[in-house]
């Protein structure tokens, strides 16, 4: 087993941990490893260290550990682990403060994860609205698998449930500028 | 009431807005589109920018709050981020001057915004659904299908219980259908994850698949378009991966209430899915005018 020197990874950590708490209201002290977030997580087996195992590598000041975990990408923000918490840790909303610090870093461990948001995010910002098809068909050319679900266009097609247009909205502008403000504003480090 | 449909509803989940439109207006109630509305950011935006994820939905709730309406909205995860924009406003006056600066309008978060299961639920209530009624969905049992984002975190939905919620199958009783008891209404199916991890979610699709079959299903009903999409668009491809020999048509729980009130099933966008529900609905006889079945009895 792996060594830690408890007191020099917490004294490293202590800034990061505060900035963790006010970009996402958890208190990482909460947590007393009972497990019920673990044991409810319906993504547990895709992750490579179990939610409450997070928390406690957190606790520790294994920071680094944690900006590389894949868990912080397969969390659907399903909030079963929040429902349940007796202690009500925020934890959906501690993987996204972490998901988005480890993407500032430039770490990024579920590639696909990401690149669905990037795009479904380009399409809003771009018309104002999802564009499924064009985003799907965009995420299917990056992602290189180029004929994944291809099957299922025809029908979608046929049923007109998905467009190959986008519908864009008036907005459009108003919409841009919210995403340019954002992003000039959240910019801050943990 | 205001009416914000979300991006699927003009696209994959598009059954739902035709048969929740018709449903409402069949009610009485009024729904009034959010004109120039723009995508809430899903899980998207919060996942990446905080404040992109309250400020987009934000955007929304103050043309609709200008109007001095309610918000109903169909989708659970639009719902979901729209009322976290609502609730972070209500909550913090910083929040609230900080998002009306992203927004560039006034938000003051007067106005509430309500799932559509709620409101037909709590609003127009369970008993104006049931007088409504004109072909019951006799022998037909309904795993009524929540998924997360509708009754999760229990402070953002506020409106049913977060582990065994029953506004839904409260509904399928009033219209005459029988709601089956099962353990797996409130997990998630996967969302997007569908698409972009698809070896962890097949398993979880698979799970919900499996449990609704083993507690005597014969379809879903559901309140979000992801949740339709994931159920009724993979089902084939799940049943191939697993072997499995279930059949179960998926239905929003307004194309059931358009049944029930005697809508065409094409009127309702029924035409349209993935998993034929036709078979199904002439094997109980709900499709069946009611005089057509007293002629034969």
């Known amino acids: 087993m792996e060594r830690l020197e408890l007191s020099t990874a917490l004294s490293q950590s202590r800034q990061f941990v505060a900035n963790l708490k006010k970009a996402s209201q958890v208190d990482i002290r909460d947590c007393y490893q009972c497990g019920k977030c673990s044991a409810g997580c319906p993504l547990v087996s895709a992750m490579d260290y179990n939610p409450h195992q997070i928390l406690r590598m957190l606790q520790l000041g294994q920071v680094d550990k944690v900006l590389h975990a894949k868990s912080i990408w397969v969390c659907a923000h399903c909030a079963t682990c929040f429902a349940r918490c007796p202690k009500e840790v925020d934890l959906p909303r501690l993987m996204e403060a972490l998901r988005i610090e480890a993407k500032k870093r430039g770490i990024i461990k579920e590639k696909t994860v990401d690149l669905f948001s990037d795009l479904f995010l380009d399409s809003v910002q771009k018309y104002g609205r999802v564009h499924e098809m064009g985003m799907i068909a965009f995420y299917n050319l990056k992602s290189g698998q180029l004929f994944k679900d291809a099957m299922l266009a025809p029908t979608l097609l046929a049923n007109r449930k998905i467009s190959p247009f986008p519908h864009k909205i008036q907005g459009q502008q108003a919409v841009q500028k919210i995403f340019a403000k954002a992003k000039a504003m959240g910019g801050e480090r943990l | ?297």
């Open chain 2, 1 to 297: 009431m205001a009416y914000y449909p979300g991006c699927s509803l003009n696209a994959t989940g598009i059954e739902y807005n035709i048969s929740a439109k018709a449903v409402a207006k069949h009610l009485g109630l009024e729904l009034w589109e959010i004109p120039d509305w723009n995508c809430c950011g899903a899980s998207a935006a919060h996942s990446t920018n905080h404040l992109l994820g309250l400020a987009l939905p934000a955007r929304n709730l103050a043309i609709a709050e200008k109007e001095g309406l309610d918000v109903a909205v169909p989708c659970a995860a639009c719902f979901s981020r729209m009322k976290a924009a609502e609730m972070a406003v209500r909550q913090s006056p910083d929040m609230k001057q900080t998002i009306n600066e992203l927004i560039e309008m006034t938000y003051n978060a007067t106005n509430h915004t309500r799932n559509l299961l709620d409101v037909m639920a709590n609003a127009v209530g369970i008993e104006t659904i049931a007088e409504k009624v004109v072909k019951p969905l006799s022998g037909l049992k309904v795993a009524a299908y929540y998924g997360c984002l509708l009754v999760r975190p229990p402070e953002i939905a506020q409106f049913d219980d977060a582990e065994n919620p029953m506004s839904m199958d409260r509904i399928i009783e009033a219209l005459g259908g029988t709601p089956v008891e099962w353990s797996f209404k409130v997990e998630c199916c996967g969302a997007g994850h569908t698409t972009a991890l698809p070896e962890a979610a097949a398993p979880m699709l698979h799970n919900i698949f499996r449990n609704a079959a083993e507690n005597g299903a014969d379809c879903f009903a559901v309140a979000c378009p992801l949740c339709f999409l994931n159920l009724d668009m993979r089902q084939s491809e799940i049943k191939k991966k697993y072997s499995a020999g279930y059949n179960l048509p998926v239905f929003y729980f307004t194309e059931l209430m358009g049944l029930a009130f005697g809508y065409a099933p094409k009127d309702l966008g029924l035409n349209k899915h993935f998993v034929n529900p036709m078979p199904l609905l002439d094997s109980k006889e709900i499709l069946r005018h009611p005089s057509a079945r007293r002629e034969e009895a």
